[in-house]
């Protein structure tokens, strides 16, 4: 069974930054999906950026690209979320994701349904 475990999370004033981590354990796959999606008060969760591990292609969201990048350590089984520039309306909970790829679909999505693991997330606040 798959688990992810995000930290890193906290406060921050407009224009700092963060590195959210995501620890995962269980999974066998050798072909799968990492992402990192938000969700703010009131509001639907939204993907920011995900990496497939077949190639290492990434992809981001139109709302955090250039401010944000998204690496991985496969020796310590982590996923990393760097957070630049941060701006007030970054403010949510932040949760790591893994999903399965196959040899037809290589590349990772922005897409919660395509995701099966998930984190419990971790609060990113961004208020000066």
């Known amino acids: 069974q798959v688990q992810l475990v995000e930290s890193g999370g906290g406060s921050v004033q407009p224009g700092g930054s963060l590195r959210l981590s995501c620890a995962a354990s269980?999974?066998?796959?050798?072909?799968?999906?990492i992402a990192w999606f938000r969700q703010a008060p009131g509001k639907e969760r939204e993907g920011i950026s995900c990496?497939?591990?077949?190639?290492?292609?990434?992809s981001y969201a139109e709302a955090v690209r250039g401010r944000v990048t998204i690496s991985k350590d496969d020796a310590e089984n982590t996923v990393y979320l760097q957070l630049n520039g941060l701006k007030p309306e970054d403010t949510a909970v932040y949760y790591c994701?893994?999903?399965?790829?196959?040899?037809?679909?290589?590349?990772?999505?922005?897409?919660?349904?395509?995701?099966?693991?998930w984190g419990q997330g971790t609060q990113v606040t961004v208020t000066a």
């Open positions: 994701a893994m999903g399965l790829l196959s040899i037809v679909q290589r590349t990772c999505t922005l897409d919660p349904g395509d995701f099966g693991s």
């Open positions: 990496m497939s591990s077949y190639d290492g292609s990434t």
């Open positions: 269980g999974f066998r796959r050798d072909y799968y999906a």
